[in-house]
């Protein structure tokens, strides 16, 4: 365990030190105050939970992103479970058409009641092609989970397959995952964390088999990869686990949508399904309502699945939304146009759940500026245009400069890409 | 008078370079404004344009790239407009230059150039030139887009053509033809027959 965590210190260092390389950065902190309660088939104690807060933030440039987060439930003691996340991805290949990327994440839950605390991490090195509308990303990497219940760590091979289509301003994705545990490494107890979902502490304290669910916070968007990209089983010697998963995230009629659904296999063992959708209407840039329900496999041992729900607000400075960040596209400008008038241009960009979106190009002599907000998911900026060739990049939310989507792209000097319009 | 002249040109020409220093001055790091600088100059007094190695410069800073980086590609451009004056000749407007170098760096042959300028001597290249690297951006091969220009100024196309030529090019590739089979089709309908199958520079 010691070597594994020897390698994801060094990789979350490697990590921060390239994001913080890139000069240009954005950091977004949130906070979220929520009450959640949860059911399932063994449910000792009141599973609700008043309020829970949980602030965190988000570091981007254009080298990765970084989120951190942490959830504590305030109001009530007897399921005091803290929990953080900590991802981050950073890009070691980026052009046109092909993304190399290193990937990792890491979580801690420790319940005060019990004193139980688990961590689990993966690190992934990912390759595979990019574009404006879809993606396909191979991974290969470690995952590994340790708890204080008896001591044991598990490190496994872990390889990914991952594809993403963005379509209406949404973002589908589905990956594969598969894991093999040695048949020298045991894991005895069972440490399912389910942040915001009380049972999970009665769950805890009562199972003893040898599995171990691990899914993702229900509150906000996991942060890793689909969920399937955790550890979501280990057990038993000798085992091979597989996951298949399906997400959905973006705006729908104003809704902020994060949602997947999944089902997890292992050999010799049933099929575990899973699932969440979370739903964000933003009143305003910076202010959220958000609810959802969260379905969890049934515990080893017991038949019946465990669902939670929450209702909460989100305060959050930067991005609308948080989806599943460090391994899948952000939701950003979804298309573009330009219209020509006399002596300019009107140059439009469609960005679901934008706060605001930026525009830099050599008629700016590369500096931001603010496109005006037209209405729903449009965004326009009208300015003058001497005749011959332009480029320009944009950006949604502060994120990375991107060419606009739909429009022709170009190299440039500086092995980036922009956008490039003709003025007649 | 002759000195007051010479004394009025250096004043303007120091003018204009200080105009310049001040739109990079807080970009730039005080080593590569120095380079860059010296690059400018080397452009104006050349007579070759100015403002896109500023462009450039601008560009790479938004861009975060380092000093060395930014300034290798003020040269690399610099090094583009002087090939495209030389392969457009030395009567060519800052525009053709300008747009000349753009499609240099986008990887075509300057013999492209000649070629095009040969074919339409008399006739500014500002538009084929700006057209040429719009469908290169969009896509179309290299040598079919050059194939493409090429035969409409031997067709004696003018600047409403290639504009059109252009926009018929980005509607079918919008309509999902491939970008290679729009641009050979539509200069049809400006030159009447299919591009020559010469060998492109």
Avoid at chain 1, 390 to 408: C, E, S
Wanted: hydrophobic share 45%; glycine share 12%; proline share 7%.
């Amino acid at each position: 365990m010691s070597v594994y965590s020897s390698i994801v210190v060094r990789a979350a260092a490697a990590l921060l030190v390239s994001a913080a390389a890139g000069a240009q950065q954005t950091w977004s902190p949130f906070i979220g105050f929520a009450s959640a309660s949860s059911a399932g088939p063994r449910q000792p104690m009141p599973g609700v939970s008043p309020l829970v807060i949980e602030p965190g933030a988000l570091l981007e440039s254009g080298r990765g992103s970084i989120l951190a987060r942490w959830s504590v439930p305030v109001t009530s003691p007897a399921f005091q479970l803290n929990d953080a996340d900590l991802a981050m991805r950073a890009r070691l290949l980026s052009n046109r058409l092909a993304e190399g990327s290193l990937v990792a994440t890491a979580r801690f839950d420790h319940g005060s009641l019990d004193a139980l605390a688990s961590a689990s991490s993966a690190v992934r090195l990912q390759i595979g092609t990019t574009g404006p509308t879809r993606g396909l990303q191979f991974g290969a990497g470690v995952d590994g989970w340790r708890s204080n219940i008896n001591g044991n760590g598990v490190v496994v091979p872990a390889t990914t397959i991952s594809g993403w289509i963005r379509r209406f301003g949404l973002s589908f994705s589905a990956e594969l995952s598969a894991r093999s545990l040695p048949g020298s490494s045991t894991t005895t107890t069972d440490t399912a964390r389910f942040s915001f979902i009380p049972d999970s502490l009665a769950r805890r304290s009562t199972s003893g088999t040898a599995d171990t669910a691990i899914t993702g916070n229900p509150y906000v968007p996991s942060p890793s990869p689909p969920t399937s990209s955790q550890p979501t089983s280990q057990g038993a010697n000798g085992r091979a686990f597989g996951e298949a998963a399906l997400r959905v995230s973006g705006m729908l009629m104003s809704f902020g949508i994060d949602g997947h659904a999944g089902i997890g296999l292992a050999s010799g063992g049933q099929a575990r399904g899973f699932g969440s959708l979370i739903l964000t209407k933003w009143i305003s840039p910076g202010f959220a309502f958000t609810g959802g329900v969260v379905v969890q496999p049934p515990e080893p041992g017991s038949s019946g699945r465990r669902a939670g729900g929450l209702l909460g607000i989100r305060l959050a400075s930067g991005p609308r939304l948080f989806p599943h960040f460090v391994n899948a596209p952000k939701v950003g400008a979804s298309s573009s146009s330009v219209r020509f008038v006399d002596g300019g241009a009107t140059i439009e960009v469609r960005a679901p759940a934008a706060g605001h979106v930026e525009i830099s190009g050599d008629f700016t002599r590369w500096r931001p500026v603010t496109l005006d907000h037209v209405g729903g998911d449009r965004w326009a900026l009208t300015t003058r245009l001497t005749p011959g060739l332009h480029r320009f990049v944009v950006r949604v939310d502060g994120g990375t400069w991107l060419p606009a989507p739909g429009l022709p792209q170009a190299v440039d000097a500086y092995e980036g890409t922009v956008s490039v319009i003709v003025a007649p | 008078m002759k000195t007051t002249t010479i004394v009025l040109a250096c004043l303007l020409t120091a003018s204009a370079a200080r105009a310049q220093d001040a739109r990079l001055r807080g970009v730039l790091d005080a080593e590569t404004l120095a380079k860059v600088t010296r690059l400018t100059d080397s452009a104006r007094v050349e007579s070759l344009p100015v403002e896109p190695l500023v462009g450039v410069a601008l560009e790479g800073a938004q861009r975060h790239a380092s000093g060395a980086r930014i300034t290798k590609a003020v040269q690399d451009y610099l090094g583009a407009l002087r090939g495209a004056r030389a392969a457009l000749g030395s009567d060519a407007s800052v525009a053709e230059i300008a747009s000349g170098a753009g499609v240099l760096l986008s990887g075509v042959n300057g013999d492209v150039l000649r070629q095009l300028r040969t074919a339409s001597p008399n006739r500014s290249l500002t538009v084929p030139l700006v057209v040429l690297a719009d469908l290169i951006a969009r896509g179309v091969p290299k040598d079919t887009a050059a194939r493409a220009i090429a035969a409409a100024a031997r067709a004696n196309a003018r600047d409403d053509d290639y504009s059109a030529l252009r926009r018929f090019v980005e509607q079918d590739i919008i309509a999902g033809a491939s970008p290679a089979a729009a641009a050979m089709l539509r200069v049809r309908s400006i030159t009447g027959v299919p591009p020559a199958d010469e060998p492109v520079p």
